[in-house]
């Protein structure tokens, strides 16, 4: 079944520090690729997406996401982690013949002062 | 609008009262979608309406559960006879088309708290 799955639910990481968020999916093409960011009491904001081409793609607020076709993976990065990036990220995948988004179960950032 | 707007922010019920949630999308967007995110789980897809298309309502869970859409303007989705575990924080989105290429834009949704 088409699926997407994110092994961490939950990520400490102190400000400054280097982050990484795994996400890997199973689709039999690959899929249109999305990251979503949820802050407390918020909807999910669109952090970036990838479709084709370059394989490191470049977001807002200083994240970046690899797509690895070998790994099935779509894992998103951010060199220094500030306080305000402490929210739940939701990692996607899309494709035409589902017509919709399905998403992973979200990974919990915490960040340490 | 400028965003997705979502109404209530807040809903407590009684089980088994009906409750009605409404989204207004974004001007001009055809998709809009309905997710369910329970406490520490992912978004899970209820209901997609595309134009004038027949909905897709594989996601929805039960009959208790129905979504309506007038255009490409206003979903109202409806849960009849609301169970504790119907709980959640209910999502719209909208996007331009299919949204393969834009991806969502999401309300901040709707918290519903059956009591």
């Known amino acids: 079944a088409q699926s997407v799955t994110q092994p961490d639910i939950h990520i400490t990481v102190s400000e400054g520090a280097s982050l990484e968020l795994r996400c890997n999916y199973s689709?039999?093409?690959?899929?249109?690729l999305f990251w979503y960011v949820q802050s407390p009491g918020q909807g999910l904001q669109l952090l970036l997406k990838y479709f084709s081409g370059d394989t490191l793609v470049q977001g807002i607020k200083g994240f970046e996401a690899e797509f690895k076709r070998s790994q099935s993976s779509f894992n998103l990065r951010k060199p220094s982690v500030h306080w305000s990036d402490a929210a739940e990220y939701f990692c996607?995948?899309?494709?035409?013949?589902?017509?919709?988004?399905?998403f992973g179960t979200g990974t919990r950032l915490q960040v340490t002062l | 609008g400028a965003g997705v707007s979502q109404s209530p922010s807040n809903k407590v019920t009684e089980k088994g009262k009906d409750v009605e949630l409404r989204c207004d999308p974004i001007?001009?967007?055809?998709?809009l979608y309905w997710y369910r995110q329970r406490l520490g789980q992912g978004l899970e897809f209820l209901i997609y309406?595309?134009?004038?298309?027949?909905?897709?309502k594989s996601g929805l869970p039960s009959d208790r559960f129905s979504a309506e859409r007038t255009g490409e303007s206003v979903s109202t989705l409806t849960i009849q006879r609301t169970q504790q575990e119907d709980s959640a924080v209910y999502l719209c989105?909208?996007?331009?088309?299919?949204?393969?290429?834009?991806?969502?834009?999401f309300g901040s949704g709707t918290r519903l708290t059956v009591v």
């Open positions: 689709y039999g093409a690959t899929p249109y």
């Open positions: 001007s001009g967007h055809t998709a």
């Open positions: 996607a995948a899309y494709t035409g013949t589902a017509s919709k988004l399905t």
């Open positions: 989105a909208s996007s331009f088309r299919t949204g393969e290429v834009y991806g969502y834009t």
């Open positions: 309406f595309q134009g004038n298309s027949a909905p897709d």
